[in-house]
């Protein structure tokens, strides 16, 4: 068990107003959360209005709420995390899961909207989109390893995710062109992605007006089956699953943190620097590098915990020298960890 992440969700019960401690004790399945009328359903509407503005007219993919984002393959249907449709939660998440802002809810939603797109359409089973993104039944990897810097696909979410599998290759370049003034013609002029995002733009044009191949689709689990309480869901995401034994963090972070034990002003602890700074230094890290950002959060946590064991203290003039040398720090971390399987290497 990650004890640091353990603590924050206890924590995160007993400091609430109100208390969470008889939320966390009720099965999911028995929280009434409806996506009509939740704080979700707004964004919904607004990718249902931005698939209109761009000429698709009959398709709007059924959404339901489950344990985490994603789309069943080969069902035109978007699964919405269930914490998203409650305050509360939402408020929980936050505290122990980096809780998604509006603009990462679309962008997630535009990509799940590719899956359902390709599913409802099949896309997939076409000679031309076989050509352009690769065999559908390929392989599904969770730990690939990506060409940074490929001009043969587009960016949009984290960790160069349209390299995983063409079907991602696909979810991804569908995001990219239905985002709202994401200039895609320009940012990726000369690219070998652009032949992707034109196939995307004729395809568009070709389907706007049809009806789906495969109207309705069919959920996994969704949030009235989820018979787990919201304290054993939150506690499964909690087990620790990276290898903290080859890490050896101590000296490491005393120079990164080298603050002299005599400075009294200026000066506050480490770690309410770090997690202040928590939520973007993962995102960074898990973007460039590529690695699942879970591992990444959770590496980022390790170095929280062991920063407020040794009573580190950061220097309030120098705090962009320490969040560029720890950034700098954890990335080569996680590149040690993806090319060799280890973080440290003798």
Known sequence: ????????????????????????????????????????????????????????????????????????????VIGIPFYLASTELASLEKEVNDLEDNREIMMYLRHEAGHAFNYAYKLHRTPEWKNLFGPFRRRYLDNYRPVPFSRNYVRHLAGWYAQKHPDEDFAETFAVWLTPRSGWRKRYRGWGAMAKLLYMERIARQLGNADPARKRGYPDVTVDEMESTVGEFYRQLLVETIPVGDLALDSDLVDIFNVSKRQKNGVRPAQDFLREHRKAITDKVAYWTGIQRPMVKQLIEVIEKRISELGLRCDTKRESEHLAELTVYATTLVSNYMTRGKFVHP
């Open 1 to 76: 068990m990650n004890a640091l992440r353990d603590d924050s969700l206890m924590q995160a019960a007993e400091t609430s107003r109100p208390p969470l401690q008889e939320l966390l004790n009720k099965p999911i399945r028995e929280l009434g959360l409806k996506l009509e009328g939740s704080p979700i359903e707004k964004l919904v509407q607004k990718l249902y209005a931005e698939l209109g503005r761009k000429g698709i007219a009959k398709f709007r993919p059924a959404c339901y709420l489950t344990d985490e984002w994603g789309c069943p393959s080969g069902e035109p």
